[in-house]
């Protein structure tokens, strides 16, 4: 079953493909240990462990399924700028890193 790359797959298609494969989505969510309609959440929305046993039951990579879950080319965002200068300050809680606290603590003048 050959599909396009930038669409996901129909869930009829999905469903059709493993009937073809002499399964279904009830019978590989009970083979997965879970309740028989639990494998239809996949078909409705992203769910990688739902996605992997439904494409491991038909012999291809999810991706190929679901190219829109899987194929994304975002494009990152560039990070954000402070708002306002960061001053590190030293301990005494001066600007100034000429100013030094035991200086200030030395001189009684």
Known sequence: MKKSTTKDWHPADIIAALHK????LAKLSREAGL?????????KRPWPKGEWLIANALEIHPSKI???RYLHTVKKR?????LHSITITDRSGHNDPRCDWQDALTNDT
């Open 78 to 82: 560039e990070p954000r700028k402070p």
């Open 35 to 43: 309740a028989s309609s639990t494998l239809a959440n996949a078909l």
């Open 21 to 24: 494969r002499g399964t279904s």
């Open 66 to 68: 679901w190219p829109g």
